[in-house]
């Protein structure tokens, strides 16, 4: 079985390259990030086209996320007690779940925090220390629930996980409560499969679409997939493919794959 996340920056404007990319990837279950549409908007037939079914949750023009998967697709799921950035609209588009071949797979768009003195910054803390509650939770019901943390997290959990630490000073992504928050989500039991099979420095995921920063390697790793013990057990590789940030008009982030057993 083959999971992948990639913050697509836009599925719609990017539906050939998606479809594209699902064929050549042989993918069975992909987390999708920023999928920028209503849930009325969505590129259905693309995905139902390749045999995939899929759960969106989507409500503007920003954020969105999805599970798309040709294994199955149960018991969907848009929230894991996450906080929301307006108490009055509610939880922001960014988690949806589902169970795909057994593996109950989380498509996570974790908040940018903006600036440190922003409050958008707390709202992320917040928003990741609730994530590790839940996974806390769901390990301790049944601990070998075999579950998957897939998406962009907006944190870069090491230094070598940024081109240049210097050119971060003051900035978001790489800071200690930051830092320390996308651990508590690891401490609830959770292991990042990718790093193992794909060890740093200068492996990123995010080349920022200015100052020509993907040919100048200027890039960050921040999205990641998060497995539980019982599913981490059964990960035979993993990779960056970085070749999808080539070429015309592509996601400024590259798909992140995992293989299972």
């Not at 539906?15 to 999708?32: H, K, N, T, Y």
Request: proline share 6%; charged share 25%; glycine share 8%.
């Amino acid at each position: 079985m083959r999971i992948a996340t990639w913050n697509v920056n836009s599925v719609r404007a990017r539906g050939e390259r998606i479809a594209a990319w699902l064929q050549r990837s042989d993918a069975d279950v992909v987390a999708l990030q920023e999928t920028k549409c209503r849930d009325d908007q969505f590129p259905m037939e693309l995905f139902t086209e390749l045999g995939y079914e899929v759960a969106h949750n989507g409500t503007s023009q920003w954020n969105g996320v999805a599970i798309a998967s040709r294994v199955g697709l149960e018991d969907v799921s848009t929230s894991f007690g996450q906080p929301a950035w307006d108490e009055e609209a509610g939880p922001e588009a960014r988690a949806v779940a589902a169970t795909c071949g057994g593996v109950r797979v989380w498509s996570l768009y974790v908040p940018n925090g903006r600036e440190v003195d922003d409050p958008h910054y707390d709202y992320k803390l917040r928003w990741l220390e609730r994530l590790g509650v839940a996974g806390r939770e769901w390990l301790s019901a049944e601990p070998r629930a075999p579950i998957a943390f897939c998406g962009d997290f907006n944190v870069a959990p090491q230094d070598d996980d940024v081109w240049d630490m210097a050119a971060f000073e003051g900035k978001t992504h790489v800071t200690k409560p930051e830092r320390d928050a996308f651990t508590s989500v690891l401490n609830a039991g959770f292991s990042d499969v990718v790093r193992p099979h794909t060890p740093g420095p200068g492996v990123y995921t995010f080349w920022d679409y200015q100052g020509l920063s993907f040919p100048k390697r200027k890039g960050m790793r921040i999205d990641f997939v998060l497995a539980s013990p019982e599913l981490a057990g059964r990960v035979t590789g993993a990779t960056v493919d970085r070749e999808e940030r080539k070429g015309k008009g592509p996601s400024d982030h590259a798909p992140v794959i995992v293989d299972l057993d």
